[in-house]
């Protein structure tokens, strides 16, 4: 019946209808009227956008429509920010008005994790600005675009900031720059190039702090930052990480606090991971409330990898799971399914599809990070398996993917090595990790490789020793998997005495049955001799009990 009767009203009539619906919501000052007002100015403009009266409708349309935007990103719902942003598009002309509109939409798709809609938009701002001569428009946009490359396409990036940078006479005084140089530092640093991003931030903050951009000033501090913890200067890394946290919350800027969340938990994750873990669940929060889907994603990607140390399992497959219900983008796709993926093949599920999935996806891309998230997903499913030969091999093709590999790879290599009774792996993956970040979850990574290369060579004391130092600074860390594992480890070795550390063992045992580790249930059953070894799962390299 509406529709018919909506159907039966000559255009003019319906624009007047709509228009004193606007005015009279307008009349209620309700906040939560924006959006039904915006759409009511949107169908007065459809029902008659010509001459002077549709041009004026079609202003009112844009600033109602904005005003639904912003209250829709204050609500944390970026999408419904980009679903009005795009309605005001359809009633810009000028452009001037949309190359606005076009920043803004670009920024929340960002958010909302429509990422190929965010490079679009930015696009059209580009060459609006470029038409129009407003160089400092066109910079700001690039240097928006190349945020948003950056974790994809970022060879693409490194091109636009390039170009951007090399235009005749730009110098720091000009509006535009400090956001330039802001992505230019932050691209090195996601890259590895630590020395240069970190230059790049030093040289690019004092124009920002001259110019009144805090928001630009935190986020060079926070490149600043990941670049120190990865110069080997983690205090200082982590104070500026911390500092640029404290002061983004107090003014209210919530995307650098969530960036600084972000990588505060991967300063600290070296030394203290636990602290890393509550940054990152508090940083997934805010995120959460925030609608920010890119910096969500992170921040839940840190949260699940510190939760699989800590031993908090089922909250990760649960955050995970309702994330891997919807349609995402392949990033997302990658980190979500990576947590998934890890936690089933220590529980001894069959993964290899899931898996080779991952690291194909991965490699699509030349950020190494999603590169190296696939290729650990690879490694800790070959683990589970017991494939240690092509597990070694994958390892040592891989070493150079990313900074963080000569970290996260080795450790893993040199539990299928003291498997496959391999001294060479180990002292090779040794002399890899001492590139690592330093701190006390590498120390007890590296004690805890030094063991099982003592125990190779014979040397059953020092081994000993050394794995019982492991234990002791996991559990001062408050990690039981990696204390399971390495007590494993230990007996796999042959460095425990029976019954002297059977208090090891069963806590190792506890571990496993409480995360339901099934592969680590069964070769502790087969080191222990519970099990015989001709039970082994099919495809499992063989293990050859070490007496204890």
């Known amino acids: 019946i509406k529709e018919v009767a909506y159907g039966t009203l000559a255009k003019r009539d319906r624009r007047a209808r709509h228009l004193a619906a606007a005015r009279f919501f307008e009349t209620l000052g309700d906040d939560e009227l924006t959006g039904v007002l915006a759409q009511h100015y949107v169908e007065a ?6 001459g ?28 419904r920010a980009l679903a009005y942003l795009e309605l005001a598009l359809e009633v810009a002309s000028d452009p001037e008005d949309e190359a606005s509109l076009r920043m803004d939409a670009g920024q929340a798709a960002g958010q909302a994790g429509a990422y190929d809609n ?15 001569g407003d160089a400092a428009a066109r910079r700001r946009a690039i240097a928006l675009l190349v945020n948003v490359l950056t974790e994809s396409h970022q060879e693409r990036a490194q ?34 190039r630590f020395s240069e991003a970190s230059e790049l931030a030093e040289r690019a903050l004092p124009a920002a702090e001259a110019r009144g951009m805090l928001e630009a000033t935190l986020d060079l501090m926070i490149t600043r930052g990941v670049s120190l913890a990865n110069l080997g200067r983690p205090i200082e890394a982590v104070a500026t990480l911390s500092g640029a946290w404290d002061t983004a919350e107090r003014h209210g800027f919530l995307d650098p606090a969530l960036r600084a969340a972000v990588n505060l ?26 609608g ?33 219900e919807h349609q995402l983008d392949p990033q997302d796709k990658i980190l979500f399914g990576a947590t998934a993926t890890l936690i089933r093949s220590a529980r001894g599920e ?19 990070q999603p590169r190296l998230i696939g290729i650990h997903v690879k490694l800790a499913t070959m683990m589970a398996a017991g494939r240690h030969r092509e597990l070694v091999v994958l390892a040592a093709d891989s070493l150079e993917v990313d900074t963080d590999a000569v970290a996260l790879i080795p450790p893993i290599a040199a539990r299928s090595a003291l498997r496959l009774r391999d001294e060479r792996v180990i002292t090779d993956m040794l002399a890899v990790f001492a590139k690592a970040r330093t701190g006390r979850r590498a120390s007890v990574e590296r004690s805890s490789m030094e063991a099982a290369l003592a125990a190779l060579q014979g040397r059953r004391a020092d081994a000993r020793t050394l794995y019982l130092e492991s234990l002791r600074l996991w559990r001062e860390l408050e990690l039981p998997w990696p204390l399971a594992i390495t007590t494993l480890d230990a007996l796999v070795a042959g460095a425990l005495a029976l019954p002297e550390d059977q208090h090891l063992v069963d806590e190792a045992r506890a571990i496993f049955e409480r995360l339901r580790a099934q592969p680590s249930l069964d070769e502790l059953g087969l080191v222990l001799g519970e099990v015989a070894p001709g039970h082994s799962a099919p495809g499992r390299d063989t293990v050859a009990p070490a007496s204890v």
């Open 52 to 79: 002077a009266e549709g041009a004026a409708v079609a202003a009112q349309a844009r600033v109602a429509l904005r005003g639904a935007a912003a209250r829709a990103q204050a609500l944390g719902s970026p999408g």
């Open 292 to 324: 920010n889907r890119l910096l969500f994603r992170w921040n839940l990607n840190n949260a699940c990898q510190m939760a699989l140390l800590a031993g908090e399992w089922d909250w990760a497959l649960e955050e995970v799971a309702e994330e891997l």
């Open 265 to 290: 938990c991967y300063a600290l994750e070296p030394d203290d991971p636990r602290a890393g873990y509550r940054i990152a669940r508090e940083g997934l929060a805010k995120a959460r409330r925030a």
């Open 159 to 192: 091109a636009l900031l390039t170009e951007a940078l090399a235009e005749p006479g730009l110098t720091a005084a000009d509006a535009g720059y400090v956001e330039l140089a802001g992505e230019q530092s932050r691209l090195a640093m996601r890259v590895g």
């Open 118 to 132: 965010s490079v679009v938009h930015f696009e059209r701002a580009i060459l609006l600005a470029t038409e129009l």
């Open 45 to 50: 403009y459809r029902a008659q956008p010509d």
């Open 350 to 368: 069959v993964v290899d599809d899931e898996a080779s999935e991952i690291l194909g996806l991965a490699m699509r891309y030349d950020d190494p």
